[in-house]
Nanobody
Framework: QVQLVESGGGLVQAGGSLRLACAAS????????MGWSRQAPGKEREFVAS????????YYADSVKGRFTISRDNGKNTVYLQMNNLKPEDTALYYC?????????????????WGQGTQVTVSS
């Protein structure tokens, strides 16, 4: 089992940037594919990005493609989400998740472990 703790959220103006981090403990991160999802008030949790175990392949939701970048440092047991050109519609609670699948789909059901989330608020 793996425990996940997100950090790096905050309040930023539209057009700004934030870098989220997800620190893992309990098991080494390289045994999991990793992902980020988000949930805005009154909406369902939606997939944002994922990365395979070695970091070779990455996947993004259309809404963030070209603006967000997911990466991982297995030596530090940490996954990152660099978010650039933020928009008010990016406001949400952002969750880190781990999957035992080699290449999880964009479904939240493919992820087995979740962090508690970090809040991102983008003002217009």
């Amino acid at each position: 089992q793996v425990q996940l703790v997100e950090s790096g959220g905050g309040l930023v103006q539209a057009g700004g940037s934030l870098r989220l981090a997800c620190a893992a403990s309990g098991r080494i991160l390289s045994t999991y594919s990793m992902g980020w999802s988000r949930q805005a008030p009154g909406k369902e949790r939606e997939f944002v990005a994922s990365i395979t175990r070695s970091g070779t392949l990455t996947y993004y939701a259309d809404s963030v493609k070209g603006r967000f970048t997911i990466s991982r440092d297995n030596g530090k047991n940490t996954v990152y989400l660099q978010m650039n050109n933020l928009k008010p519609e990016d406001t949400a609670l952002y969750y880190c998740a781990a999957s035992q699948l080699l290449s999880p789909s964009k479904s939240n059901d493919d992820f087995d472990y979740w962090g508690q989330g970090t809040q991102v608020t983008v003002s217009s």
